[in-house]
Nanobody, 114 residues
């Protein structure tokens, strides 16, 4: 699955950003789509995911602040990030899990200044 992520940027603490991930196929046919965050010298970690059935899952650190959603007509998954904190800073990657295959989009940088 080809994925194109966008929407990153520089924001002050407490601000909001919305990331978008456009897939080049019907996202309802993709088992799970998710957003991951990576910072230097650390493993990529799952931030939020949404299944083909619409179930969502969030990392504890973002619960209540981030919302993952999708627009099936646009084949796009969004990550609305509110009340951003400096520790949310990182490269955010969109991922699509289809069967046993995991595809990745390019990263989009999110920087939250204090």
């Amino acid at each position: 699955v080809q994925l194109q992520a966008s929407g990153g940027g520089l924001v002050q603490a407490g601000g909001s950003l919305r990331l978008s991930c456009a897939a080049h196929r019907n996202i309802l046919s993709i088992d799970v789509m998710g957003w991951y965050r990576q910072v230097p010298e650390k493993q990529r970690e799952l931030v939020a995911s949404i299944t083909s059935g619409g179930s969502t899952n969030y990392a504890d650190s973002v619960k209540g602040r981030f919302i993952i959603s999708r627009d099936a007509f646009k084949n796009t998954v969004y990550l609305q990030m509110n009340s951003l904190k400096p520790e949310d800073t990182g490269s955010y990657y969109c991922a699509a899990l289809l069967g046993s295959k995991n595809d990745w989009g390019q990263g989009t940088q999110v920087t939250v200044s204090s």
